[in-house]
């Protein structure tokens, strides 16, 4: 047996250096569509890494814990809060756990809507905003001071009544920096308080449906202004994306159902799943045609280098060896050079992902994303193997036909076949 | 391995167009016969032999290996009577390209249960005796015509099979060499007791045979028995 494959192998070996046009045509063939396949993939797993860490960023942290029933009902209800007592309960948790080092940012919010009204002017528009605390909600997503702010400052939370606002509501209302405005809301008291403010800066998410409503206030404020110490949203940033299922899993097991819903990011991020599955089947198909030319091309020239060697494949048989072994023959060249080109594409495409990443080529910010990234392609073990294993069978299947047709001529037919 | 013909045809279809290769053809070939099929050009020596060689199969009639009926046998049970009862040499040497002359030479024995030490020493023995035992590590298309034919027949030998079947065995060597290669051949037949089966024009060959049979247009024309 060993014998046998020895010379099979052998065989292949030199087959392939037999016509070395034809082999480096296919071998190019393989090379080309492992780089093309290694950057497109890694490209697209580099853009939804930092999209998804865009996202978790900028919006919904890792992990969020608000009041039961809350999730599903209206969002600018005061009737589901977490209590101070409760916040610290949540925060107390974690930090007497082993998890406490995971934990960077431990944020409140307060949702809100109402309406917002220029000082001295009839027009009011509709406001969604979220109550933060400025520092705290800066240094967990630095993008708020930095990246989308387009006009004055994002809070400072050193002045009381500090408001920012997006970039339509201000084209709308006609409001720039230092403006006086106010906000009326419906508090806890059932009737409309009013909040005098102070326009502190103007931003912009790049999405015209965000930035015709959006508001930003102190929490401080906006609790003043409900009468209330309660909160809507606990927002947990954990050092790791990767450690989100088992910070949750402790947390949950900690604290009481009944007072306390969490949630990863991923549960409430439903939009980040939709781009996220469009992306992947764009480069589902663009993998799929490359693999299809890559069969087609492959299998041409398979079958033109079995169908020159036709009267030796004849002679073969007709010494006694079996249509098994002579397939073999012809597999293995291809495994051959699937394996050596395959690899050789990937090194290649490995070095181009890292010479492209180290250009820092800029590129726009992710969508709803705030800091953008210059182009980035990382390669990981996963891609390596998973592009190594599509080139195998691809290459396997490109040899069916040639097999089959070979399998299917008669001895005499083969041997006089020149 | 005694091998009967029972009223064999043999028709090709080229086009539109039926070409009877073999008509009618009733033969015996006795187990370690020397039968030369004498025949002109295009009267079906080749046919007959990939028929015996078990590479094509009749239009129509029986032929008989020891008793055993392969008209109609499986593929498997010919590929196992091809590897294990039968040596081919062909009319174009046919070997294999990529394989030097030691692995051509080796490649039918590949796989098969046998005392490898037995079986290099029977190698290299018959290299020596066809005197190609210092073209052991070239390739064939560094051979001539007769060194390439040297080759194939040493590598229908070296399974030892009842039965070399040869399509013009010297077409292409000196007949020197010739001379050389079928006393080689003969002395195993006689040795081993191997059948074989010559297609030839060539008298010198015809002469060492036991038997001739000519045919002509696919049929046998008439029968020689020789003494030599
Ligand atoms: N595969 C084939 N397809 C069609 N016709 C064939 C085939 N093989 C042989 N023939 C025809 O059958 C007849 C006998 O051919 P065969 O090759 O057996 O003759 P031969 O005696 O070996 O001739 P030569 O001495 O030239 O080798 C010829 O007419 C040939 O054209
Ligand atoms: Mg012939």
């Not at chain 1, 097991?253 to 992306?279: G, R």
């Amino acid at each position: 047996m060993g014998k046998l494959l020895s010379i099979i192998l052998k065989n292949a070996f030199r087959n392939l250096l037999r016509n070395k046009r034809r082999t480096l045509l296919t071998g190019m063939a393989i090379i080309i569509s492992t780089v093309a396949m290694l950057l497109i993939m890694d490209y697209n797993k580099t853009s939804m890494y930092f999209f998804r860490e865009g996202q978790i960023q900028s919006r919904w942290g890792h992990i969020q814990v608000k009041k039961k029933g809350y999730y599903g009902s209206e969002t600018t209800s005061l009737k589901y809060m977490l209590s101070k007592e409760e916040v610290a309960k949540v925060k107390k948790v974690i930090k007497e756990s082993n998890f406490k080092k995971n934990m960077k940012h431990f944020l409140v919010r307060i949702n809100f809507s109402g309406l917002l009204l220029k000082e001295g002017d009839s027009e009011a528009s509709i406001v969604v905003g979220s109550a933060i605390d400025p520092q705290k909600e800066t240094l967990a997503n630095p993008g708020l001071k930095y990246g989308n702010i387009y006009d004055g400052n994002f809070l400072s939370g050193q002045e009381p009544g500090e408001l920012v606002i997006g970039t339509g509501l201000a084209k709308r209302l006609n409001l720039k920096v230092s403006d006086v405005v106010y906000l009326y809301s419906v508090g806890g008291t059932g009737l409309p308080d009013i909040m005098e403010g102070k326009i502190s800066g103007i931003i912009s998410f790049g999405t015209k449906s965000v930035d015709d409503i959006i508001i930003y206030a102190d929490v401080e404020d906006i609790q003043k202004l409900f009468g209330t110490e309660n909160i809507h949203d606990i927002v947990i940033f954990l050092d790791d994306t990767n450690n989100v299922n088992d910070v949750l899993k402790y947390m949950k097991s900690k604290l009481d159902p009944n007072t306390y819903e969490i949630f990863a990011w991923s549960d409430l991020a439903t939009d980040y799943k939709q781009v996220v599955s469009y992306i992947f089947q764009n480069f589902f198909f663009t993998i799929f045609i490359i693999v299809v030319v890559l069969i087609f091309l492959s299998t041409n020239t398979i079958l033109m280098s079995v169908m020159e060697r036709m009267s030796e494949f004849g002679t073969l048989r007709a010494i006694g060896r079996n249509r098994i072994e002579i397939s073999l023959m012809i597999i293995f060249e291809a495994i051959i050079l699937g394996i050596v080109c395959s690899i050789t594409g990937l090194g290649i495409g490995a070095f181009l992902a890292k010479f492209l990443t180290s250009l820092s080529i800029p590129l726009p910010p992710p969508p709803g994303g705030s800091i953008s990234y210059p182009l980035s392609i990382f390669t990981n073990p996963e891609s390596l193997l998973l592009i190594f294993l599509i080139q195998m069978a691809t290459i396997l299947i490109a040899t069916i036909y040639p097999v089959l047709k070979i399998s299917r001529v008669k001895i005499i037919d083969a041997i006089r076949y020149y | 391995m005694k091998i009967v013909f029972e009223d064999v045809y043999k028709r090709y279809k080229i086009g539109k167009v039926d070409v009877n290769a073999l008509n009618g053809i009733s033969l015996t070939i006795n187990k370690g016969e020397f039968v030369c099929i004498a025949g002109p050009s295009g009267s079906g020596k080749t046919t007959l032999l990939n028929l015996i060689g078990c590479l094509d199969s009749s239009t129509t009639g029986n032929i008989y290996f020891d008793d055993y009926n392969i008209t109609n046998a499986k593929e498997k049970v010919l590929e196992k009577i091809r590897k294990e009862k039968i040596g081919f040499i062909f009319q174009s040497f046919n070997l294999i390209e990529t394989l030097n002359v030691f692995e051509n030479i080796e490649y039918p024995s590949i796989g098969k249960k046998v005392n490898k030490k037995e079986l290099y020493e029977r190698i290299e023995n018959f290299l020596k005796e066809i005197e190609i035992t210092e073209l052991k590590k070239r390739f064939p298309n560094e051979l001539s015509g007769g060194q390439k034919q040297r080759v194939a027949i040493a590598r229908a030998f070296v399974n030892q099979p009842q039965i070399i079947l040869a399509d013009e065995p010297t077409a292409n060597l000196d007949s020197a060499t010739a001379n050389k290669v079928i006393s080689l051949m003969k002395r195993i037949n006689k040795e081993q007791n191997t059948s074989l089966i010559f297609s030839t024009h060539d008298y010198e060959i015809m002469n060492m045979a036991d038997r001739i049979i000519r045919i002509h247009d696919g049929k046998v024309k008439g029968e020689e028995i020789k003494n030599g």
